[in-house]
């Protein structure tokens, strides 16, 4: 879900393209939703939470509640209006345990990174130490002899 101030939203765009080619599908609140429906990117409009949902416009708190929302992306400036709504998206994301992210530029490496490697390989979760076993000598920054 995406709720981006107006005035970062035509920054945001290519980003929300980027997300939109991988497969994710997005939810945007209505201002967001009318920038990327006028730049073409395919998305599904949400109420506020302080809004009255329907059927074809879910209020933003009950798609973050039931799960349907894995991704909140929340991005207000000291120009908001809706500071409550926002608050609420966001507080609701995190008490839900979905990643927020509330920084233009955080956005945009995230969805490059997704570009990047679903068009390569795909990436397989792993752990750290998984990580690190799977690592050769060469891959490492350091020598083993640099710690003591």
Not at 71 to 93: F, G
Request: contains cysteine; proline residues 5%.
């Amino acid at each position: 879900m995406v709720s981006v101030q107006a005035t970062l939203q035509d920054e945001f765009t290519h980003s929300a393209w980027q997300l939109h080619e991988m497969g994710y599908t997005m939810y945007a609140t209505n201002a967001t939703y009318e920038v990327l429906k006028k730049n073409h990117v395919p998305c599904k409009n949400v109420a506020y939470p302080t809004e009255e949902g329907s059927e074809d416009r879910p209020n933003a708190l009950d798609l973050l509640r039931d799960g349907t929302i894995g991704l909140c992306i929340n991005i207000p400036t000291h120009e908001s209006t809706h500071v409550e709504d926002n608050y609420q998206m966001r507080r609701t994301a995190v008490d839900f345990g979905i990643p927020l992210l509330t920084n233009t530029n955080l956005v945009k490496v995230l969805a490059d990174a997704i570009h990047a490697h679903n068009r390569d390989k795909g990436l397989e979760p792993k752990t750290l130490f998984e990580h690190y076993e799977s690592e050769k000598d060469s891959d490492a920054w350091t020598s083993p002899a640099e710690f003591h």
